[in-house]
């Protein structure tokens, strides 16, 4: 088991809200990547996070959105949901001395 | 964009029987993931293989990397229903993005 938890594990939410998810990173881990699994599908690169900065973006709308703070936590925000949002949210961490990322178990996100 | 190719993306097999799923990336790199994913779950870190010729074994799977033809298998032997699972490659850029092919859901039947 790795040191990334995420919170909440699931999470029902309407179309057209707002919704924030929660990442810890792992201990001595300055990186956050965020990926999106929609069913059936490999995860997606949402963006990245080093050092409280955004550190690259993959081919995602501007109302997904995140934050890095000073511990290396992170959260992920998104904004007016859409039904396609419905998805495996999952967090992973990573140092810049080891080239591995450490998924955490991941926030379940239906939108209905 | 880099891309990644699994194939097969569905495997039936038989316990006791071998064989290999492929990954096919499109853009040089010399960093190469495999990860399990049971139903419902996160992803668990399998190999990691930073080298041409990289080969690493961990029971039943042996993973290996041929950069220069932008290859890497995941072998199987001797398969046991406890392998039953979705394996992902996963293709590294020097920014620590991760690229992930499409997976392969693998069912062992007895």
């Known amino acids: 088991e790795t040191g990334v938890t995420q919170s909440p594990t699931h999470l029902i939410k309407t179309r057209g809200q707002q919704v924030t998810l929660r990442c810890s990173s792992q201990?001595?881990?300055?990186?956050v990547s965020w990926y999106q699994q929609a069913l059936g599908q490999g995860p997606q690169f949402i963006f990245q996070y080093y050092r409280e900065e955004e550190n690259g973006r993959g081919n995602f709308p501007p109302r997904f959105s995140g934050l890095q703070f000073p511990n290396y936590s992170s959260e992920l925000n998104v904004n007016a949901l859409e039904l396609d949002d419905s998805a495996l949210y999952l967090c992973?961490?990573?140092?810049?001395?080891?080239?591995?990322?450490?998924f955490g178990q991941g926030t379940r996100l239906t939108v209905v | 964009e880099l891309k990644v190719e699994q194939n097969p993306l569905f495997l039936s097999m038989q316990e006791g029987k071998n064989y290999t799923i492929y990954c096919n990336y499109s853009?040089?790199?010399?960093?190469l993931y495999w990860y399990r994913q049971d139903p419902g779950k996160s992803l668990e870190s399998l190999f990691v293989?930073?080298?041409?010729?990289a080969v690493k074994q961990e029971g039943r799977l042996m993973a290996s990397l041929d950069t220069k033809a932008r290859l890497s298998t995941l072998h199987i032997t001797a398969a046991v229903h406890d392998l039953s699972a979705t394996y992902f490659c996963a293709v590294g850029s020097t920014l620590g993005r991760l690229y992930f092919g499409r997976g392969t859901q693998l069912t062992v039947w007895p």
């Open positions: 853009t040089t790199s010399d960093r």
């Open positions: 293989l930073l080298s041409n010729g």
């Open positions: 201990s001595g881990h300055n990186t």
């Open positions: 992973a961490s990573s140092s810049g001395v080891v080239p591995e990322a450490f």
